[in-house]
């Protein structure tokens, strides 16, 4: 079963305009939730991150929100640029003694217009 | 410069046929994890070791084998390829003391099997 369920599964958004791409998850025991961004041909490579103990998380054009009770969490993107089309993926990790995983959400597609 | 290199980058090869993917990183990263990439499936773990001699498996483990006998390398072996093991496959890397989540990965290795 997903673990992170992620949506939606593509997007297109008009370059200055705002993406939202939203995650659900159930494991409560989830203590880490970044965003990872891969652009064709390329590995993902980690674009944010946040810890539940904040709802909110700001680097730049890029912002996390996050809501505990309702287990969920957004990446928005303000002020998208085409140099933003890419693959999104969120994923969550949980404090382990021993291993540690990154479960994945499906991917966005996002494409941004000029 | 840090990475994680991925051999080779593509592959196509027949059912049955044993191959090894290699990875490698000079990061001297505990950690080290293999994924692979399906459309609609984000990225699923295979299997990961903490440390040299140290592995474990993931979430979908059948049909793939792992070794880590140096840290700086951690080879994906398919003994018998068979076509639902067509994929993108990535390789990824973090220092065990470092955030659960910030992991670096590698350019992948797209994989085809007829």
């Known amino acids: 079963q997903q673990q992170v369920k992620q949506s939606p599964q593509s997007l297109i958004v008009q370059k200055g305009g705002i993406s939202i791409i939203n995650c659900a998850y159930e494991n409560t025991a989830f203590d880490y939730f970044p965003w990872y961004q891969q652009f064709p041909g390329k590995g993902p490579a980690l674009l944010i991150a946040?810890?539940?103990?904040?709802s909110e998380k700001k680097e730049g054009r890029f912002t996390i929100s996050f809501n505990k009770s309702a287990k969920q969490f957004s990446l928005h993107i303000m002020d998208s640029q085409p140099g933003d089309s890419a693959t999104y993926f969120c994923?969550?990790?949980?404090?382990?003694?021993?291993?540690?995983?990154?479960?994945f959400g499906e991917g966005t597609q996002l494409t941004v217009n000029p | 410069e840090a990475q994680v290199t991925q051999n080779p980058r593509y592959l196509i090869t027949v059912t049955g046929k044993k191959l090894t993917v290699t990875c490698s990183q000079n990061m001297n990263h505990e950690y080290m994890s293999w994924y692979r990439q399906d459309p609609g499936l984000g990225l699923r773990q295979i299997y990961y070791?903490?440390?040299?001699?140290?592995?474990d498996k993931g979430d979908v483990p059948e049909g793939y084998k792992v070794s880590r006998k140096e840290k700086r390398n951690f080879p994906l072996i398919l003994e018998s390829p068979s076509p639902n093991q067509t994929s993108l496959y990535f390789c990824?890397?973090?220092?065990?003391?470092?955030?659960?989540?910030?992991?670096?990965f590698g350019p992948g290795t797209r994989l085809t099997v007829l």
């Open positions: 994923a969550a990790s949980k404090q382990e003694t021993s291993g540690s995983r990154l479960t």
């Open positions: 946040i810890r539940p103990d904040v």
């Open positions: 990824a890397s973090r220092n065990w003391g470092g955030y659960k989540g910030e992991q670096f």
């Open positions: 070791s903490m440390n040299v001699e140290v592995t």
